[in-house]
């Protein structure tokens, strides 16, 4: 079992949460990811580990509240405990000093870029980040980029705070003003990961995105992971998360993303029933 010992709410329906995990603490690499399972019948979700505090033994998740799995998880408290948290699984991004380095964070991917910014500052590079939301509440973890940052962007959707515009309109000012970007880290939605590779691809900017596909087990056995990757197939469990980006079938991805939806409504239709069952049955 694993005790959950903070969970805060960062965001609207995002929330940070630390985990007790010594062992994933201290083996845990910039880009890699756990498989979480709440409860014995519960199914298992990746999600990256932002961060990790040797000292304390705990791993830090930041996620957003999207479906039933995650919604469950948004209603735990300190103390409680998750049945199993399985890693670091997944190969961790590729870190060497490249000179200078843009990670770029959408929406929640913010969370996820967040140590390989450290790490890229780690291994000595010049830092610029982006980070992009829909709006200003949604811009989350900004201080800590900040922080890991030589420099920070910020872009909304709606104008409402930093650049009016998406991450890429940002990107191609770092570009017109004659910065020489040696390569780009890339997680957000499937759209702006492709609007990167598309804009780094003209300027032949090497590129990585971590690709957030739906996995089952986590462990190259089931096959749902599943993407094409310079013609190839790849699992993003374990040849990824991260890929060259210039080489994604982001079609594919986006198609498979879909395959699911009609069950996974149905699985927070009945969760939100059950939900009100248990409350309307703790009121009688
Ligand atoms: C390697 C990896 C790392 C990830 N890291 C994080 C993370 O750090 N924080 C985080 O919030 N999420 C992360 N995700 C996505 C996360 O796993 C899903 O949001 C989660 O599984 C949804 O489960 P659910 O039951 O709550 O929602 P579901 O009912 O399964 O899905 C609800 C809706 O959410 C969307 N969705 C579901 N799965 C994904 C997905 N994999 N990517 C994008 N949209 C999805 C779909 O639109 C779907 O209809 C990661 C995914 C992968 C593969
Ligand atoms: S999640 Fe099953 S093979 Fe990757």
Redo the contacts with the bound molecule.
Sequence with gaps: MYKITSHNLLAPAVRDILIEAPLIARNRKAGQFVMVRIGEFSERIPLTIAGADTEAGTIRLIYQEVGKTTMEMGQLKVGDTLADVVGPLGKPTHLENFGTVVCIGGGIGTGEILPVAEACKEAGNRVFSIVGARTKELLIVIDEMRKTSDELLISTDDGSFGFHGLVTGLLEQLVERGEKLDRVFAVGPVPMMRAVCNATRKYAIPTEVSLNSI????????????VTVGGKTR????DGPDFDGHEVDFDELTQRLKAYHTMEKEAIEHWKEHQCRLEEASRS
Excluded at 215 to 226: E, K, L, P, S
Excluded at 235 to 238: A, I, K
């Design positions: 996995m089952v087990d986590g462990t190259g056995m089931c096959g749902a992971c599943r699992f993003v469990c374990v």
